[in-house]
DNA sequence: AGATGCAAATGATATGATCTTTGGGTGGAA
DNA sequence: TTCCACCCAAAGATCATATCATTTGCATCT
């Protein structure tokens, strides 16, 4: 096995969380996101217990977690509301896991994409004046395979290794937020692959960019590691918007 | 009353969340932000219910939403272990108003920074394209407003202009990701100005940068706007890098 | 019509019991 | 001695029930 090289981490695949409380909220919480429950209807605890069969213990520690994310309010003598997707707490990994599995799905992608335009390019820059020697080289290392495995149609290892590539971008950019969004970025990219957006071998440019990035961050060159960060996102994001001109409709108000 | 002028909207002012269930979280999450219950130590239920004279519905409900933002685990036998920085959901509005008020604060308000330099100019940038005309021309009052207020060195009414400056580019953009982050900016602004980090009179340049930012999004001159919003940006970075340097000391790892 | 007060509805909190999981100890086998 | 299967008590998870507190609709009073 290779000493430190730059491999790939598997990916860590949550559990299940088996256990009352989860399964509860992670009914509730999809039903939401899936516009199931609309805005402004009323729930009661009493109508969730007999609905789910679990005591109202159980009933109350999710409300409480759903309440935290925004989801809904409590209130006495009316009941439990539902209230508005202008009070989500859109960052939480879990709405966006919901998000991602609901009908709002390429909205939800559509708003990644564009908060990965904007953060990724920035966190390349930084990741220039922060990087340690070795994760630097590290990153050239990923760079070199992703071509490797581009030019032989690996597509799986492929995927892997974008994922990785940009994680240690973002890890390397020493911003606790920026950090964060991996699992967002990871979701994007997986979403792009399930859906078939990946061209069969990755773009010549896209292989291109990639080890741009590498290199400049590793000679701290943080303005040519954006710039060519920025050439990776709009790649990226040509290709979302065919995605989700092909999906969805227009898209919302504006 | 002006119709639909740019006005300063009031702040909503949280009502302080009386109850016993808030003042436990406010109490056991600031004490987490706070490092006071270090990462690895281990609690349990009925020492909370001691420790708290509640009963243990409540302390329940509130560790069931300690855990939702990655604060603590809970696991049998064992009790509810305090789980490190690193797994904590940075962006729950809740954790960032406690590492505010933390001694983690200055970190804070640097990540807070980074983000916002990453994100403010590519909201500029998407505004421009999809901003309303009306939106667009308060947009523009609103800077000419920021820009009489510095002038008569009215530092209250200029930082609430300011505030608002901002939230309504971040709502322009149509990113309802981005539109979340508008309460960070307005804490990041509060804070700067609580530490007399606004000078005296505002700098011209920052002036006219806001309306160079205005004008270029009612003109839908998306790079133009991304341009000025980067540097109204770097400048405000460097305004907190003299915060953060006079207060912490260098920063950690990198 | 408007103020006032009562009472039902519903969430908030308290309490005690039982179920389930699991870390650690124990004893026997290799 | 070392190791592993097994057992038990500790602590969270869930349940059931009771009481408290607040809000709101409505009837009543002025």
Known sequence: MEPSSPEVAAAPALPVESGLH?????????????????????????????????????????????ASIG??????????????ASAWNVFDPQVIRWRLASAGRMAQLRSITELRTAVEPHAAFLAASRIGRDEASDLVGLAAKMWAAGEAGDEERFLHLDIEFHRRVLLASGNEMFVRLQDLVAEVLTGRHKHHLMPHHPHEQALQMHADVAQAIQRRDGERARQAMVQLMEQAFDEMKSLWEQTAPPHRSA
Chains 1, 2 share one sequence.
């Open 22 to 66: 989860a399964r509860v909220l992670e009914h509730l919480g999809t039903a939401i996101c899936g516009g199931e429950l609309a805005p402004g209807s009323v729930l009661n605890i009493d109508e969730l217990v007999d609905r789910y069969a679990v005591s109202r213990s159980v009933v109350r520690e999710v409300l409480r977690v759903l």
């Open 71 to 84: 989801f809904i309010e409590a209130r006495r003598r009316v009941g439990v509301m539902i209230r508005p």
